[in-house]
């Protein structure tokens, strides 16, 4: 069955309820006012569950709020309003659509997490910015994954306003989102890891291709391990480039299909039909397990 673990589509619940808001994050009509006076218009017929399902072959779909729009950033009560209102909608979801749940980050709610859990989420998207330098204030909420058997997703937060001023749209996915993910995967080599050590975990976009500087780290004092058949990361955005020399570093036991729709297309790879199975089904498929089978490292 294949499987993309990494979509972006707002249901109706989830869309309304951005368009009540009068500050930012908010939605006026279509168009998805951010902090910092960036504004950017949303085509409507990319949060359509129907054209989106057939796009391509993909039997199960999940999908997540997007924490790059910094939703988890807000006032608790705030932050648990939008939350509610996107468990409503992306639960309600028909197959092949499934949803990952959307959780504050000033002041994390386990308990409301264990009923998001309870009604169908799949696991818990948390920013990468958060994972690296607040792990401490969203551990209650890896502890309920964790009790669960549940992933955690690592998506890039919102870039910085100082990256905004000036550059052309594709920086903030280049520069500052690479450099989160990228700063995610080593922290939660130093430490999140240890500290959960059952927990499954995803990093999008080949965790900023953080895992390819293994070398410098070692060479810098670093300490080589082996890989971790637990920490997974997905392809969204890369290519065969990209992904060839992740998989020269991990192994292809943890690479996954990703492919961040609608902001990107999924990637194509040429890898042969083994080499797919284990991308878009199998590895994902672990990955989403209850009790997942970790692989030879």
């Known amino acids: 069955m294949p499987i993309d673990l990494h979509q972006h589509l707002w249901p109706e619940p989830f869309v309304a309820a951005l368009r009540a808001r009068r500050t930012p994050p908010r939605l006026e009509g279509w168009t998805l006012h951010l902090p910092g006076e960036r504004a950017c218009v949303i085509d409507p017929a990319q949060h359509?569950?129907?054209?989106?399902?057939?796009?391509?072959?993909?039997?199960?779909?999940?999908?997540?709020?997007?924490?790059?729009?910094?939703?988890?950033?807000?006032?608790?009560?705030?932050?648990?309003?939008?939350?509610?209102?996107?468990?409503?909608?992306?639960?309600?979801?028909?197959?092949?659509?499934?949803?990952?749940?959307?959780?504050?980050?000033?002041?994390?709610?386990p308990a409301a997490l264990q009923r998001a859990l309870a009604r169908g989420a799949v696991g818990l998207e948390v920013?990468?910015?958060?994972?690296?330098?607040?792990?401490?204030?969203?551990?209650?909420?890896?502890?309920?994954?964790?009790?669960?058997?549940?992933?955690?997703?690592?998506?890039?937060?919102?870039?910085?306003?100082?990256?905004?001023?000036?550059?052309?749209?594709?920086?903030?996915?280049?520069?500052p989102y690479v450099a989160q993910l990228h700063a995610a995967w080593w922290a939660w080599a130093d430490g999140g890891r240890q500290r959960f050590p059952r927990l499954p975990v995803c990093f999008v976009a080949l965790a900023g291709l953080g895992p390819l500087h293994g070398e410098r780290q070692r060479a810098r004092g670093g300490a080589a391990g082996p890989v971790d058949p637990l920490t997974f990361v997905e392809t969204s955005s890369y290519g065969m480039q990209a992904v060839d020399a992740v998989v020269r570093v991990l192994g292809i036991d943890v690479v996954c299909h990703g492919s961040d729709r609608p902001y990107a297309e999924p990637p194509r790879l040429g890898y042969g039909a083994a080499a797919a199975h284990a991308i878009q089904t199998a590895n994902p498929g672990r990955l989403l397990a209850r009790i997942p089978q970790e692989v030879s490292a």
């Open 48 to 109: 359509d569950p129907e054209a989106r399902a057939a796009l391509d072959g993909a039997e199960l779909i999940l999908v997540a709020p997007s924490a790059a729009c910094g939703f988890d950033r807000l006032p608790p009560d705030e932050a648990a309003e939008l939350a509610d209102a996107w468990h409503e909608g992306a639960l309600s979801l028909p197959a092949p659509f499934k949803a990952w749940a959307m959780a504050g980050a000033r002041e994390p709610d």
């Open 127 to 175: 920013a990468a910015d958060v994972l690296a330098h607040d792990l401490d204030r969203i551990a209650p909420l890896l502890e309920v994954l964790d009790a669960a058997g549940r992933p955690l997703l690592v998506h890039p937060g919102p870039a910085g306003r100082e990256d905004a001023p000036g550059r052309p749209a594709w920086w903030a996915p280049v520069v």
